[in-house]
């Protein structure tokens, strides 16, 4: 009998009597093929462009076989879910209207759509992309997506917009062209993976978002990577920036999270920023070739330690009178401008490292100062603040500083797939 069950079960919770309709190829018939299906039916679109704003208000599936495109004539929203458990899949969505205050978009799921499902989908030329507006546990998944070219990008909208839709999952993407990727609002308990991020202002934004996970994401020269604002309890592991314009990852009132195993390259301004955020764990990130490897400010309690430091003009930036030691159980970070032995070969250095001075911080606050930097003067002041560290200011000092690289996953897949 155990060996029944589950497909005892899956019939029960299977609808009785679903039907699959095939529906031409014209002006309004996929409305009237929905005022008569049922929960469970599924809705077959031929080969060909419908002209219509539709309302999913059934738990159908409508599918596009991948070769249908329902064109919204710019119009509102094109495809409009209100039904739980609806799917739409395998469409392409164009021809969205361009009203932000209705926040016009190619698929919108609304706060009556509960575990409704967006896959497969190539969604253009929208004001928004897909809007999750309120829809718990949804799924956005297997869509490419790409905004107007025809706005500057503050005026267009977002590849993918939450708001208040807890549970819900963005996962297998490809957003481009849009204002931000995923740009999130006042929700919770959200997973954003394994998405493609290009040309942007942010790959993922999110303000008021806790308990949510970010992670193994790809963001490729956008404004900015990650940017995490005003939550607490989330998880930012594994995702990958390379090029992005200002920074590869900030966070701005993140408090107890974790910030693990993410590779940033080549950000022209900082790999991370940190402001007034407290109690993380920041650990085995990889920073690479930033103007800035990480600016540090108003943040406290965080564990800062095996993260690697290469290659970046000024690795860490923090103004204080204060010491912060980032390493913790005789383990620390890797620094790529230390210049320290390891006789007894554990793997530390044997003397801590400071990868900052007084004369950086006279350079951080008097930028003309840099005309001084091959003075004698400016060699005298660091030669004895070597010599003599109680004349340092403050700032980061790491007991135990690593002394090879540690390359997380994410930075293997990126240079392997590109």
């Known amino acids: 009998m155990k060996r029944f069950l589950p497909l005892l079960l899956s019939l029960l919770a299977a609808p009785l009597g679903a039907a699959e309709w095939d529906v031409p190829v014209r002006a309004g018939a996929i409305s009237e093929i929905l005022a008569k299906a049922a929960d469970g039916d599924v809705l077959r679109l031929g080969p060909g462009t419908y002209s219509e704003n539709v309302v999913i208000d059934r738990a159908v599936t409508l599918d596009g076989q991948g070769h249908a495109t329902i064109d919204g004539q710019g119009s509102g929203t094109v495809v409009t879910v209100t039904a739980k458990d609806a799917i739409v899949q395998g469409l392409t969505v164009i021809g969205s209207g361009s009203d932000h205050g209705e926040i016009d978009s190619g698929i919108k799921l609304t706060k009556t759509a509960d575990r409704a499902i967006a896959r497969d989908n190539v969604v253009k030329g929208n004001l928004y992309g897909i809007d999750i507006h309120g829809a718990k546990h949804s799924l956005v998944t297997g869509n490419v997506v790409e905004g107007r070219l025809d706005q500057r990008m503050n005026d267009r909208g977002n590849g993918v917009y939450i708001w208040n839709a807890p549970g819900a999952v963005v996962d297998g993407n490809d957003i481009r062209w849009g204002r931000d990727g995923i740009f999130v609002n006042s929700s919770r308990d ?17 303000m008021y978002a806790n308990g949510s996970e970010v992670s193994g994401n790809v963001s490729i020269g956008n404004d900015l990577g990650y940017a995490i604002m005003f939550t607490k309890n989330v998880q930012v592991i594994g995702n990958a920036s390379l090029d992005d314009r200002e920074h590869g990852i900030a966070f701005n009132y993140t408090n107890s999270s974790e910030i693990r195993d993410n590779y940033v390259r080549g950000a022209k301004e900082k790999c991370a920023f940190l402001y007034n955020s407290h109690k993380n764990d920041f650990s085995g990130n990889w920073f690479e070739s930033c103007a800035i490897g990480i600016h540090f400010t108003g943040s406290d309690k965080n564990d800062i330690l095996g993260n690697s430091f290469v290659g970046n003009r000024t690795q860490v930036k923090l103004v204080s009178t204060n010491w912060y030691e980032w390493s913790r159980d005789g383990r620390g970070n890797y620094w790529s401008d230390n210049s320290g ?9 044997d003397q801590p490292f400071r990868p900052n001075d007084s004369m950086d ?6 930028p003309a100062a840099k005309l001084l930097m091959g003075s004698p ?9 070597s010599a003599f560290p109680a004349l340092l200011p403050g700032g ?7 002394m090879t690289p540690q390359m997380p996953e994410a930075g293997r897949k990126v240079k392997t797939d590109g």
């Open 190 to 206: 959200n997973v954003f993976k394994n998405n493609l991020f290009r040309d942007l202002r942010f790959a993922v934004h999110f």
């Open 341 to 349: 032995f390891d006789v007894d070969g554990d793997g530390i250095a």
């Open 361 to 366: 911080h006279v350079l951080w606050t008097q």
């Open 377 to 385: 003067a400016v060699q005298l002041v660091r030669w004895s603040q």
């Open 396 to 402: 980061v000092i790491d007991s135990n500083p690593l």
